[in-house]
């Protein structure tokens, strides 16, 4: 599969407004995006900006994803992918988070981690995380609120610049609680 990525383009305004309508999002805070909202993102500068920059994934000429990176300026920058429902469990994910952290490394000499999360029930992007060496840092119970009002974990991956350039996943040490977990109920 011939995989390639195109940074979005002011011109792009309707195509992504079309691609964040016509899908729902299950694993997003927002699953149903209707016009309004996807506009008003646009011009807030969600999808580009001084901080934020944002690329097609395209399999030819369709486009079947958008990578979205964040807090460019900082030394963790974040990121978020969508694939369109019909492109899912194809390893579009998995190609898109490699080329997504070659690019933040290399284009972004002062980062020094990428920083992703996802819902504990998204399996398929928490598989993918982990195939391409990010480390799992994080558990938030009950932090992710669906549409629905369900409350959802949140889990927090991230893959340090070491790690990246070493093909070696650090973890994080888990085990330094203090003994003394003071009161109980």
């Given amino acids: 599969m011939d995989i390639d990525f195109r940074r979005l383009l002011p011109s792009d305004t309707e195509p992504l407004v079309r691609f964040l309508t016509g899908e729902s999002w299950p694993f997003h805070s927002v699953g149903e995006v209707d016009g309004d909202t996807a506009r ?3 011009a807030e500068g ?3 900006s001084g901080e934020n920059r944002s690329f097609w994934i395209l399999i030819g000429a369709e486009p079947v994803g958008v990578v979205r990176l964040m807090d460019l300026a900082d030394g963790t920058p974040l990121f978020d992918l969508r694939l369109r429902a019909g492109h899912r469990g194809r390893g579009i994910g998995r ?3 490699t080329w997504l952290t070659r690019y933040l490394f290399e284009e972004f000499p ?3 981690r990428i920083e992703g999360t996802t819902r504990r029930d998204n399996h398929p992007m928490r598989r993918v ?3 391409c060496g ?3 840092e994080a558990h938030y119970r ?7 009002g369900t409350l959802h974990d949140t ?3 991230a893959i340090l610049r070491r790690d990246w350039l070493t093909g070696r996943v650090t973890l994080p040490q888990w085990n330094d609680e203090p003994v003394d977990r003071g009161p109980t109920r």
């Fill in 129 to 131: 995380f982990l195939r």
């Fill in 142 to 148: 009950d932090a992710w609120p669906s549409q629905d």
């Fill in 134 to 136: 990010y480390a799992k």
């Fill in 46 to 48: 969600r999808f580009e």
């Fill in 95 to 97: 190609e898109a988070v």
């Fill in 110 to 112: 002062h980062a020094h």
């Fill in 40 to 42: 008003r993102w646009i």
């Fill in 155 to 157: 889990v927090g991956y």
